[in-house]
Structures are given as structure tokens and as C-alpha cells.
């Protein structure tokens, strides 16, 4: 086993410095050392997506990559949107159209979904379609969850102009 | 009562919390002192077990113990079975075989645990499997249903003559006389393969034993955690009240997770118990390919006997179940297949022979279908054949047979899975049928637009079928409702919830028995301390049992909240009215008392409490159907069938679905998306391919596809509401529905889109390379 590193990493604004085994992946580190539990693991392969949080900004499988992989990085997960009392737009959309079942994927959704609409709430059909499909969702048939994005897209929008 | 809450679309409850990832799941309990548990599972499918050497295991830095089945010594013993053979069937055959905590004299399948290593973190757990020496026998495989039940295969289990597992024959009317007189009979083999259920959460346990409480408390991904806390009570010699479990949310169940005892749940708990720390286990989702159950698995000799006018006079379905390794779970699986092969339609005659065999592989118990697609499959195949060689259209010929809507209840003289006679509470399944025609313009599409793309060159198809579906089968559920003085609600229900929304449609119910906001009420699932009366969400359940439990259980609380509010505001009960959380009097509005104020006075501090009354505002209340409610439907969809890649665009689907009273349309219409999308994959994408070794070759998500959001199609969605008259909702079960119809309907459309002459789809799933070799005549792989 090698050495343990020291690693310095901004999560959801907040800098936290710990000495982790250079092995330990990203998602176990952000879920068992820094209790952020929002953020699933479905197949810690690298395919199903539940995982995803931002890397500077990028939607990435936190459980393709190591912990110390991240130092000096940015890192985003779903407790850095909105709150229980106050849900982000793409949140509120996701209720309002009942894009979850069980929920366990629905942060990796989220987190894959935010960037686009950041980037862009003009999404073709097609612009949709690919925004998703890097996610696994066994509960919905994804129907739903198209519905959300577009709603959400219209709640983003709208909430830029104002 | 007018129904203000119940049948509207209202958004979900629990969703703040799974949305901001405040919900807890089984891997985000962590608790002081913790360790972690991993698993030594066999790579063989088939050896005998000759030694297990735990020692350099145990030396490894961080490893805290390791056992094996020696190490367990009388705690060691086969899970009991899950579900009873039926007693009410004559001249059954069964023979049970349960699993094993961990394998002590030979490895039955690929994944079974052969030991347990607990260490100070899953990373050290899991290298210390590395250093277990293990000698293993490799024996001789069976992995195929027909070549177990050879004479000279090898046996799964010694002590039996032969791998067959349970033998039974159902019959109704008398097939072999009807037979002779038919203008036609049709005869097909039909071979349907295995899936999984892939929820998105794999298993998890953690087990935690406080000696100084005489506590134990275990979070399990359990679809039904109280007959866990009974089971693992019983099994350990504790009292059931020192037996906590808790299934908290559960990332999607699908019905593996009901499957009991997992060898994991026994081992963790043995451990704890042993250890006096918490301890967890999460499964990886390559064990989850090999230790979590599976479903599917038959082959069937069919015979569907017919007058030239395309009614049927009776069907012969003789089958084998692949129930794997173990048969846990009886006959469940193969006894739905067998009613549900009946399908809405008037079979006056059949005979049904069904063998269940032993195979070196997985076990299987109920995956969301749970039989029932593999009996559609059956019939509605047969169905297409017979249509096409008596020259009928397809729909018609499914008309001319429905059972008419004067019929209910109608008893279908076999046994089901509940072991009671299989009767049908209710139906209507003509306009259910004509509907689907309709949405899916099946005479414009079949006249006009088929011909032309045809000719075009253009491979394009329609399909429809009709099913039925058993749901919300007993025993009973249970559910205690209680105004607390804040004036909000509690409702404690012991089925456990993987995202039905269970949270919504039971707080609707007590919403509008109380006059309360939806918000207000707090719902319990899946806590044994909580509730511990009931059995667990399967079967399509939730919805009528649990929730006509809920009902009336909140019924009685209103009735109590009435009399106390009649006796405080002086006016007869008739004369109030429950709305925005007070009883007010009708008409005048300043008179009115809140339920808060209600329940602080039905449980004073000072006084008495009459005799013959209770305090508080709180009510329990169970709810057990004498059978099942049947719920049915009829489903269309429009293919197009690429010719060189043979891949299948989806480009129109339609449902037409009847399950009695719809509670909430958004969360009905949610399960059925998401059934249709399993379905989907269990058509086209989903196979698990076993090889001869027993070694399954795409246990991963990358090799067994789950289709994605590019595969699924939008889904139609339209009602028909039969209530059912077993219960006072009226609901009937939608959880699987969605499912069950699928391969068939796939089958029928992409066979029809490839409109080739003697071209018979006979298997699900089916897949790209399966539909090429098929297209081009080329026989199956052995």
C-alpha cells in the first residue's frame, strides 16, 4: 500500500484538506469522508452515471477517478444546488413533472442536466436526448425526466431574462 | 364523500429529500466504530468445497475477522422457505432446496459466498479476499433446463434423484377430447431467456447489535423488512421487539429485494451479534449480476386448438422454470405464468404441465412481471400464429375471445400463485382494445400507410395485445393514522418503498378523510419499530392493500374526530364538515375547532378518559382482499426495423391501461413508463448469457444493456377505470403492468415490420444479431 497523500479540494465552495490512501476513489471520498451522501453509486464501472458530479465545472463518473486526482480542483455535487425549503429550478422541475422514483439516480441526472442549461436552455430534441443518455434510470422510462428538462429549461430561461 | 385528493395529479412528497440528497439510503448510514464486509464468493458454478484457508486473511493489517460455514457451527443451516408449496393442488411434487449462509460441503452457483472477511474499511475487506486460500473441485456443470432433467446430468443437489424441483399439472375442461374436434390446432416451442432486474441501488445491509440495549438494528435494501425483523428474531433466539429493521429509501426494488433470507442478511447479523460492532456490507454491481436473483427462464410446448372462425376451444401449455441453484421462492413465478398464459380469454379447455428444474446458475425469484409476461408471451404468440393461419386480423381474433364484461367475477378453475382458485374480480376488455385501435389509427396504418412505406422498401410494423394482470394479493396490510396536536398527521404502514410513491398516495388518501393538506401528513414506511404488522411491497400491492388499510384506518379517525368535535361544538355530526384542518359546522364558518385542538383534548393531562374509550386520535386498521384485484390493458406500438443493422425504432407506443380507481394519474402514469421501458429492455436488450461453465459472460453494465434515455420512446398513455369491488378504493395493482405485455407486443410488431413468410419470432429477448440471423434463415447457435 503506498504512501498517503495530503490533498487540498474546493467542494461546493467550501475547502477541505485531508490525507487520504492515494487509491481511495473520488465518490467514496466525497460520500464517506466528506459525508456528502447526495451523491450515489450505482456501478463504480463507470457506466450507469448515478455518481456524476461537476470537476470544474465538467460532468464527470466520480467514481472513474481518485481522490487525489482532485486536488486543486473544483468539485460540485447536488447538496450545492438547492435546499429542501428552496429547490433549484432544474430541482422544482424535476417534482413538478415527477422525474423520480426511487430517487438513487436522480443526483447523477442533476448533475449531468445543470451544465447544459447553464450552458444553453435551447435544447432541440436531439440536444435532449443527449443530455440524458449518459444516465441510467431503471423507474421512469426517462419520460419524465425529458418532461423535467424541458421544464426547466423554461424556468431557467425565463429566470435569466428577469 | 367527494373525492377532492384522491385520482388527482399531485406532485410528490418525498421528493424535496431525494432531490437534495437528503435521503437516506443504506450506504449512508454510518455509525461510530463501523466496519465493513466483504464477500469470498466462488467463481466456479459447480465444485466441491474442500477446504477454506482464512489465515493469511486474518493476518492482514485492519482485517478484524473472517468466517466461513465450520466457523458458524450450529448457527449454520439452509434459510427457510420463503413461500409453502401449495397444499390445495393435488399430486404436487416439490422438493425444497433453500440457500446457504455460506457454502459448506459444494458451490451450487457461480457467486455463491464462501466466506465473510470484516476489516476496518471495505478497501481492506476487499483485498483480504485476495489472501484467502481456497481449494475448490471443479464439477460438471448443467445450466440448461432441458439437459438438467437427462437422466445423466449432473445433480445440484446429491440427495435428489434427479434436478427436477416440483412437478405439477393443472387442468381445466378437457383439453385432449377438445382437441380432437378442433378445426385446427397449432403447436409451438417457446423459449424465453433471463433478465435482470437492475434496480439502480445494489443490496446493502448494515447490522448493528448494542449489548447494552439487548438492541439489534439492521438497515437492509428489503422490500419487506417486517418479515425480516421476524425472520432474523427467530433465527437468533432474540424477542421480535429487540429486533429493529429499518428499510430506509430503497434506490428501486423490482423484486429481488424481497427475496428472503439473503445468505448476506444472515451472515451480517450472525456477525454482529457475534462481534457486538456494526457492521456493513454494500454489494458491488458485479455481485449483484451473480448473487442478487433473477427472473425468466422457461420453455414451453404449446398447443392452441381452434375453430376455423379463429375461437379457441382450449390450449395445452407444457413448460419448464429454471428456478437456478435454490427454490426459496415455491412456485410463485410458474404459477402466475401458467394463469396469466389464460389471458383475458375464454379457454373452455386446459392442461398445463409445468416442471420446475434445478440448474447450476442464480436463483430465480420474481422480477417486476413475475411469470406473468412469459404467459402472455405464450398465449399472445399463439394468438398471432393462429390469426395468421386462419387468415383473421389480428385484433379481431383477440375480440371474438375476451371473456364478455357479464362474466365477473369469473373463476377460471386453476390454482394461482396466492393458492387460491385463480378468479378475475372484474373487467371490460373490449373498449380497452378498441381504444388502443384508435390511438394508434391501426385501420389507417394497416390499409394505407403500411402498404406504402412497404413499397417504399420501407420495414415497418404494428403490433397489439391485450393482457390481464393478478395484483394486490393478500394477506393484508396494515396502517395506524394519528393526529398529533400539532394538527398534522402520522401514518405508519409496514410496506417498505422503492419509489412508488407511496409517501403521496397514502398521505392522499388520509388527506381527504381529514380535511388536511396532502403536505401535512407524514408517512412511515418500512420501519418495523414504526409498525410492524404486514408483509412487504410486492406483487403490485402497495396501491390496494396497503392503501385501503391506510383508508381505513383514517376512516375510523374521522369517525372519532366527528364524535369529539359533535360533543364540543354542540352539533350533530352531520351537521360538520372536515376541511383545511379544523371541523367546522356547515354554514358557519366562525364555529369550527382545529384538529390539533382535537387531539390535545383527546388526550388530557387531567381528568379521565371515559371507560370503554381510548385516547387520542389514532387508529390502526389492516386491509386483506379475499384474491386478487385484476387489472388488464391492451398495448400498440409501431416499428421500423433497420434491414442491415436490424435495429428497431420504436416510433409509436400506446397504452390503454385499466387498474381500477387511478389514486394519482402522475404516479400511475410513472410506473407505467417505467414498466414499458424494463419491458423494452426485456424484448431487445437485456439477455444474460450463461455459458456452459456456468460463468456469465456480461455481468457488467457495460456487456447487459439497460436501455437509456435513447431508446425509450414517448409513451401514450390513456385510462379506463373498472373498479375493483374487492375493495373500497377500488384500486387494482399497476406496478408491473407496464412490464408484463412487452416482449409480446415487440414480437408481434417486429414480425410483422419484417414481414417475411414463415418468419416466426418464438423467443424473447430478442436482439439485433438474433433478428439478422433470424431474417436471414440461419438456425440459433446451440
Known amino acids: 500500500m503506498s504512501e498517503a497523500m495530503d490533498i487540498t479540494v474546493t467542494v461546493n465552495g467550501e475547502v477541505f484538506q485531508k490525507t487520504i490512501e492515494p487509491r481511495l476513489l473520488l465518490s467514496d471520498f466525497i460520500r464517506h469522508e466528506l459525508n456528502l451522501s447526495g451523491t450515489h453509486v450505482g456501478c463504480e464501472h ?117 | 364523500m367527494m373525492a377532492k385528493l384522491i385520482g388527482k395529479r399531485i406532485t410528490r412528497n418525498e421528493d424535496p429529500r431525494l432531490l437534495t440528497g437528503q435521503a437516506l439510503f443504506v450506504d449512508d448510514v454510518e455509525l461510530p466504530g463501523m466496519l465493513h464486509a466483504a464477500f469470498l ?81 471495505r478497501y481492506i475487506a476487499e483485498d483480504a479476499l485476495d489472501d484467502i486460500v481456497v481449494d475448490l473441485e471443479p464439477l460438471d456443470v448443467v445450466t440448461n433446463i432441458e439437459r438438467a432433467l437427462e437422466p445423466d446430468s449432473p445433480l445440484v443437489h446429491d440427495d435428489l434423484e434427479s434436478n427436477l424441483a416440483a412437478h405439477l399439472v393443472q387442468e381445466k375442461g378437457d383439453y385432449a377430447a377438445i382437441r380432437e374436434s378442433a378445426d385446427k390446432v397449432i403447436k409451438r416451442r417457446i423459449v424465453i431467456e433471463r433478465g435482470i432486474a437492475g434496480a439502480m441501488e445494489n443490496r446493502g445491509i448494515v447490522a448493528s447489535w448494542d449489548n447494552k440495549q439487548q438492541q439489534l438494528t439492521v438497515w437492509d435494501t428489503t422490500q419487506s423488512p417486517i418479515p425480516i425483523r421476524n425472520g432474523l428474531a427467530s433465527m437468533f433466539g432474540l424477542s421480535e421487539h429487540q429486533v429493529r429493521v429499518i428499510a430506509p429509501f430503497v434506490g428501486g426494488g423490482f423484486g429481488p429485494k424481497i427475496m428472503m433470507f439473503y445468505p448476506e442478511e444472515v451472515l451480517l447479523t ?67 405464468t401458467q394463469c396469466h398464459a389464460l389471458g383475458p380469454y375464454d379457454i373452455p379447455n386446459f392442461s398445463s404441465d409445468l416442471k420446475v428444474v434445478f440448474t447450476n446458475k442464480t436463483l430465480t425469484t420474481p422480477v417486476r412481471g413475475a411469470g406473468r409476461p412469459q404467459g402472455v408471451f405464450v398465449i399472445e404468440r399463439m394468438l398471432d400464429i393462429a390469426a395468421k393461419e386462419l387468415g383473421i386480423d389480428r385484433a379481431e381474433i383477440r375480440k371474438r375471445n375476451y371473456l364478455p364484461r357479464d362474466v365477473f367475477p369469473y373463476d377460471n378453475l386453476i390454482i394461482d400463485q396466492a393458492f387460491s382458485s385463480f378468479v378475475i374480480d372484474s373487467g371490460d376488455y373490449l373498449p380497452a382494445m378498441e381504444k388502443a385501435l384508435k390511438l394508434i389509427d391501426y385501420e389507417k396504418f394497416t390499409q394505407e400507410e403500411q402498404p406504402k412505406l412497404r413499397e417504399e422498401g420501407r420495414r415497418v410494423g404494428i403490433g397489439v395485445v391485450s393482457f390481464i394482470e393478478t395484483t394486490g394479493v393478500g394477506p393484508y396490510e396494515g396502517a ?29 388518501i388520509v388527506a381527504e378523510q381529514l380535511g388536511v393538506d396532502v403536505r401535512d401528513v407524514h408517512l412511515v414506511t418500512g420501519d418495523t419499530a414504526q409498525f410492524h404488522w404486514g408483509t412487504g411491497t410486492f406483487a403490485s400491492r402497495g396501491a390496494v392493500v396497503a392503501a385501503n388499510a391506510v383508508n381505513a384506518a383514517a376512516s375510523i379517525v374521522r369517525g372519532k374526530v366527528l364524535k369529539l368535535a359533535s360533543e364540543l361544538l354542540d352539533t350533530p355530526e352531520e351537521e360538520l364538515e372536515l376541511e383545511d384542518g379544523v371541523v367546522r359546522v356547515a354554514d358557519i364558518p366562525t364555529q369550527f375547532i382545529s384538529l390539533g385542538d382535537l387531539a390535545q383534548r383527546s388526550n388530557p393531562l387531567r381528568g379521565a378518559v371515559e371507560p370503554g374509550t381510548e385516547p387520542g386520535l389514532e387508529a390502526t386498521a389492516y386491509f386483506g382482499p379475499k ?27 400506446i ?86 405485455p412487452v416482449p409480446a407486443l415487440f414480437a408481434q410488431a417486429v414480425e410483422n415490420a419484417l414481414g417475411v413468410d414463415g418468419l416466426e419470432i418464438l423467443e424473447s429477448p430478442l436482439s439485433p444479431q438474433r433478428l439478422f440471423e433470424l431474417f436471414h434463415g440461419e438456425e440459433k447457435d446451440a
Not at chain 1, 458530479?53 to 463518473?61: E, T
Not at chain 2, 394519528?482 to 402520522?490: A, C, Q
Not at chain 2, 386478487?628 to 435495429?647: L, S
Open chain 2, 480 to 508: 395506524r393514522v394519528t393526529i398529533e396536536s400539532s394538527g398534522k398527521v402520522n401514518t405508519a404502514t409496514g410496506v417498505g418503498t422503492q419509489g412508488q410513491g407511496h409517501f403521496t398516495t397514502f398521505a392522499q
Open chain 2, 655 to 740: 397504452v390503454v391501461e385499466d387498474c381500477g380507481t387511478v389514486l394519482n394519474p402522475l404516479i400511475v402514469e410513472g410506473q407505467l413508463h417505467g414498466g414499458v421501458a424494463l419491458g423494452i429492455g426485456n424484448s431487445f436488450y437485456e439477455k444474460l448469457v450463461f455459458d456452459d461453465n456456468g460463468q456469465l459472460l456480461n455481468a457488467s453494465f457495460a456487456d447487459y444493456l439497460i436501455p437509456t434515455a435513447a431508446e425509450i420512446p414517448t409513451i401514450e398513455i390513456a385510462h379506463q377505470v373498472t373498479p375493483s369491488p374487492l375493495n373500497p378504493l377500488g384500486s387494482k395493482g399497476v406496478g408491473e403492468a407496464g412490464a408484463i
Open chain 2, 627 to 653: 384474491y386478487g384485484a385484476t387489472a388488464f390493458g391492451t398495448h400498440a406500438m409501431i416499428v421500423e426495423v433497420d434491414p442491415e443493422t436490424m435495429m428497431v425504432e420504436i416510433k409509436r407506443y
Open chain 2, 270 to 336: 450472525w456477525s454482529t451479534l457475534k462481534m457486538g460492532k456494526p457492521i456493513k456490507w454494500i454489494e458491488d454491481r458485479r455481485e449483484n449480476f451473480y448473487a442478487t436473483t433473477q427472473e425468466r427462464g422457461q420453455i414451453h410446448d404449446v398447443e392452441l386448438a381452434l375453430t376455423n372462425d379463429g375461437r379457441i376451444l382450449g390450449m395445452r401449455d407444457d413448460f419448464l422454470h429454471d428456478t437456478g441453484a435454490y427454490d426459496p421462492y415455491g412456485l410463485t413465478i410458474p404459477l402466475n
Open chain 2, 41 to 121: 464468493r466462488s467463481e466456479y458454478a459447480h465444485a466441491k468445497l474442500k477446504g477454506i484457508d482464512l489465515s493469511a486473511a486474518l493476518e492482514r493489517p485492519g482485517v478484524v475477522a473472517a468466517f466461513t460455514a465450520e466457523d458458524m457451527g450450529d448457527d449454520w443451516a439452509p434459510g427457510p422457505p420463503l413461500v409453502i408449496p401449495p397444499p390445495t393442488i393435488e399430486d404436487v411434487e416439490f422438493y425444497t432446496r433453500t440457500q446457504v449462509p455460506l457454502v459448506k460441503d459444494k458451490v451450487r452457483h457461480a457467486g455463491e459466498p464462501l466466506a465473510i472477511v470484516i476489516a476496518d474499511s
Open chain 1, 46 to 162: 463507470g457506466v450507469c452515471g448515478a455518481c456524476t458530479i461537476l470537476f470544474d465545472g465538467m460532468p464527470v463518473r466520480s467514481c472513474l477517478m481518485f481522490a487525489v486526482q482532485a486536488d486543486g480542483h473544483e468539485i460540485r455535487t447536488v447538496e450545492d444546488l438547492g435546499t429542501m425549503e428552496n429547490l433549484h429550478p432544474l430541482q422544482e422541475a424535476f417534482q413538478e413533472a415527477h422525474a423520480l422514483q426511487c430517487g438513487f439516480c436522480t443526483s447523477g441526472f442533476l448533475m449531468s442536466i445543470l451544465p447544459v442549461l447553464e450552458g444553453t436552455t435551447d435544447l432541440s430534441e436531439e440536444d435532449l436526448k443527449r443530455a440524458m443518455e449518459g444516465n441510467l434510470c431503471r423507474c421512469t422510462g426517462y419520460q419524465h425526466i425529458r418532461d423535467a428538462v424541458q421544464l426547466a429549461a423554461e424556468k431557467m430561461s425565463s429566470g435569466s431574462e428577469s
